[in-house]
């Protein structure tokens, strides 16, 4: 395997230019939604909302105020966190879902049958349908770009470096810095994902923050879906074998004076 | 705020309720017949094939239902071979979602054998091709199928439960009891099913008594599991201050509690038994659109 | 300040954001909370059209500051480097002195030929000029003048036709040397004027007008303060011309120009009042009347303009080929004069009058620009107009789609216009060069071929000549004579493939613009330096002179970084004007003697040791000594720091080597404009012409000398000071999802996906106030109009305290009309037809409207 690639990104320098959904979207021949033709959110100047099968960059737009003119604008470019221990590629039935030489996670589209499990697997609510293709999506890492040298077409775009690119190794290493000299400022200022004994593995896209990553829209424990397996399905296992019993022993064969009592419906 | 809030919701709406729903009963239905089946009255038989025929038919819908709602429905076979090494099976022991279109499948297979030899049994089959099969499925081999048909729906009727756990959604992977209360739903569901449509087959009152007495017992267990599945959920329990929240309860009021206390009063067997099924359909649409709804983020942020 | 940077420029943006990693610290001024506020340390809310107020009260705050005064650095600049020293005729009298207006201020009457200038006064400059004493003269010069009015000895050289060369011309036009106080005590210095000018402006008067808090406004100060000296440097974007350091990596004043080449459009301009090369376009107004005329009146002695003439004769060379000759002035005679203003606005008043026939817009949707509905109303007036663009925009189809046509006060019928519509090339589809605001050009190759008929504009304009210089060719009429022997060469040559059947070679117009020979077009100029007032060169813009110095040498081609880790400026990628030098007056960025202010802020300095080879034309040796350093010095490469000027040198002999700012006469950064500036030679705080107070500063209320076009008109309707009909100042903007009028934008889903819809945003405050909710529909009205718009219900735009009255401040994106996948009300359907004087600049930024639930 080639070295794990991925992403850092400095949200403390996104200025939301959306350049980076943009460049996604172009690259990736991704539709716009109801061909472009929208309503209003009304949410800052977020009218993409979330990222879904057709919006695989997604810039949020996080306004913090206690009065006129008082607070902060947080902005931040989410984007598929390509988990070193994937939810989505654990629960996919198909095989669609792969991991890369690059460390990162493709679905591919030609495999995935859109049964949607993935979706409901991934803790960062990154993949959805593509209405086009009918098969989940989500930011393959500009994985055809890379088999070919290229980076990116996000952080390509992106114009303030707020998105860099690069081996995760190297990546580590930058934030650790930007974190040190936002401290020294006096900036409270945190990486989320980037840990390797983290969460989920560390993410292969990680972010640097500078509040709870709740704000952002990121859980702050993501959890594999599996976890859930061996509770829920041992749990069940018991109850099946309660109901079996209770079956077997209500339904079974009666003896003659049982059966002249007139039924065992009173158990 | 649990971190569940933060993904995505995967568009399992009315198609896959119906499946949930159905699988329940076909899986409940097989279970309920299998054991009749090996450990009834001989008496008790048209209750046996009924559940078997019941079994079949609902894991037909069931198929059917599944792949209709694939976003690309002629690539069902991607989740049992591996689409670019055909034959190679495709298969996940921790992925309830593949272990589960292996079971859909399996069941299915053994259902419609069991379902096919009953009605050999009974001389309806007239097509030669399955009359042959429904002929070969008798006697000891037609009580392994069933029984193992048996086995299957009972995982059919639970692992549909582990399938939402096994996710990161709001409600369903903030407990660990819904695969359980599937489960127990199935089951009652299955002899509700049973209770309604074993009479035209020629079932006994006898029969129908025992099946009714069981699904008290059902009941019962489910309302337990369904208590300690609510109470596993904790502060998530703020979604059901919704609508279907309100579905819910209308469920649990008119599908398990009245029931029982139909049954406590000897009354209408049909009547209750249509309530239990009113009931499980309810349980199952509460549970999948009260967290399909949620829209990501925002209620997190508000939570 | 006054610049929403991270928004309107993303990618220039790349570099206050890479600052910002090496710790600089980032101050946004602005009426709205912005992405530029949102990455900026620290944010200060300011009232719009107040600008002045707060640069005025940080002028003053930084001249009587501590640091100023005891740190000899600054002093040390701004008497070398700028004209503090210089002293200002006596006659000067201060807004100080006349209740906020300047001595000279004269009334203005509109020339009945054409009165569209706006104006109602203008100032008379004589009293803004530097005090001269008596010049040590050479024989013959004119010993003394102390006006611009041309002295005798000029008058007798354009009497006598003399030249070329025109250099006695020029050397005629030196003044006396202008008087000095270097100790910046004389009362009538420019540095005691402005400290006099701007004592006004204090902490507290800020508040007054900007509605920025005084805390916040120290706090910028101080941090300004912070960051200067020798080897700190700041920069404005968009601010007045006013800062310690030009000339200096880091810093300077950053024009930051509005579209992809609007630089280049300056540069070779489509501006009406300038030909190529910020040459002022000869004028009906002005004494333009002959070529040596226009040459008095325009050229500056003792500057690098003092080569005017140069620059001249090879433009006009370039405009009538063969036909300029020394006997006919290169064909000055030919040229087109101005009559007044034609800016925008103008026009557009006068086609409201019927004095407009036809228009190509090309490239441009003014359906949905200033004052809308006036805009619109003058379009109808045409009896035809082209529309070149890339899809059917608002202009194309206001004649049945506009508001007025679908609210019935218009009849399809009762419009005359015929209009016609020519599908337009992209720019990835056609070669050319761009120019950035860094005055950069950077060569594009197209991409792709376009659709079916579209074409390029360069296409349709070459055509279009073509066909003209058919139509016209046998007309003897005299007014015609001038477009007859226009030289029109730019057919691709024998061997080179048109990319469009009847496409220009964008190459040959490059070569046009760099300049040759005239007897051997192969043989092309390397520099200005090479040009001649004899008709020997030619040369379409003298500024754009060496950016392609051979034939076949296209330097805006280049693309070769310098490497990672130099403080480079990265010479071989594409070409900079003047001369690829990347900081203009860099000079200013070493010392008297030539050294850098500081090792950390160093860029180009003087190397006494660097041994010259002999002068290449003269043969004689060159003394040692050479700037060098990153950048192409922006001096005489071996003009030592020491050097005197020449007493009857023109041009950059006649300043001093330590005379940084080589286009002005004086050599020096002008802190007080005694010319070029028509309203006043210091920046003034006035208020905008609709304001919903009055001056605090000033009984004057707004500026004598603004511009309203069609006064009176009810097209143009005005609100009066503190209307309460329309009691809140209203900004209008852009956002970085869209592009001007939209047509670039409107029409792409990705883009119409990002923002798919008018809005107006307005503060939390006022939305109880008039119980508005988030997404309401409001309606948006000033006395010209009223649109709907969505609200969108924020505290990054609210209330200020100004002078004493709390007053809203709500704000619209421009972007929309009713064209395109995202559509919306044509906001400017709510501006005037007002403007600044200096560049016809409408005040659609700072204006008053009202708001309600629609």
Redesign the interface.
Known sequence: MAEAMGFFTDTTVCIGCKACEVACKEWNQLPAENGGVRELSGDSYDNTRKLDGIHWRHVRFIEQFKGPYDGRWLMMSDVCKHCVQAGCLEVCPTGAIVRTQFDTVVIQSDVCNGCRACIAACPFGVIDINPVSGTAQKCTLCYDRLQVGLEPACSKACPTDSIQFGAIAELRTRAEKRVAQLKSQGVAAELYGADPGGPLGGLNSFYLLVDKPEVYGLPRHPELPTTNLAKSGGLSVASAAVLGLLAIVGLRKRRMDEQSRGGGGNV | ?S??????????AWLIILYFFVGGIAGGGS??AA??DW???PE?RPVARTGYNVAAVGAIISGALLTI?????L??W??LF???NFPTL?F?G?????FG?WGIFLFGLFSVLTALGGMAEEGRLHNPALRAVGGAVRGTLAKVVGGVAGLLG?FIA??T?????????PI??DG?????LF??SG?STGAATLILLAPGRGAT??SL??????D???LV?ELL?LVLFVASLGAVNRVWLSFWGLVLLVGVGFGILAPLRM?AQ?RSLAGAARLVLLGGFLLRLATIFASEGIE??RV??GM | MGSNMAECHPVAFRWPMKAKLNGAKLVHVDPRFTRTSAVADLHVPIRAGSDIAFLGGLINYVINSKRWNTDPFFKEFAVNYTNAATIISDDFKDTEELEGVFSGLVKFSEPAFWPYNGLEGRYDNATWQYKRGPRPAPARVEITRTTAAAGAITKDLIAKRAGPPFDDLVRSLKLGPAEKDPTLQNPHCVFQILKRHFARYTPEMVEQVCGSPKEKFIKVAEMLLESSGRDRSSAFAYAVAWTQHIGRPGAGVMALRGHAAIQGSTDVPTLYHSIHGYMNAPSALRPHETLRDYMAAETTPTSYYGNTPKFLVSYLKSMYGAAATTENDFGYDWHPKILGDHSHIASFAAMADGKVKGMCCVGQNPATSLNGGATRQALRQLDWLVVKDNWLTETATHWYLGPEVKKGEVKIEDIKTEIFFFPSTQIAEYDGSFTNTQRMLQWHSYAAKAPGDCRTDSWFYHNLAKRLKKAYAGSKLSRDQGWNNVSWDFDPDAGEEPLYPGEISARKVLREINGYQTADPKQHLKGFAELKDDGSTTCASWIYCGCYPAWDQNLTARREPDPPGVPGAHLKWGWAWPANRRVMYNRASADLKGNPWSERKRWIWWDPTFVNPPDPKTGKPVPKGKWVGYDVPDFGATKAPDAQPKPDGIGLDALSGTQPFIMRADGRGWLFVPAGLVDGPLPTHYEPHESPIQNPLYKQQTSPVHKVWAPGKPYNKLAVVGDPKFPYVISTYRLTEHYLAGAMSRWLPWLAELQPELFIELGKGLAQEKGIKNLDWLVVSSPRGHIRAKALVTDRIGVMQIAGKRIHHVGMPWHWGWMGLSTGDVVNDLTAWVGDPNVSIHEGKAFVCNVEKA
């Open positions: 705020m971190d569940t809030f933060f993904s995505g919701a995967p568009h399992w279970l309920l054991i009749v450990f009834g009255a008790d709602d694939l976003g690309r429905p690539r069902f991607h989740m591996q689409s670019a495709m996940k921790w992925s309830p979602i593949s279109a009972l639970g692992y439960g582990v399938l939402l756990s096994v996710t990161n959604r369903w992977a660990p009891w819904l695969g359980a489960l127990a089951v009152e006898q008594a025992r099946l009714s007495a069981f008290t017992k059902a267990v599991v049954h000897r990501r983020y997190a942020a």
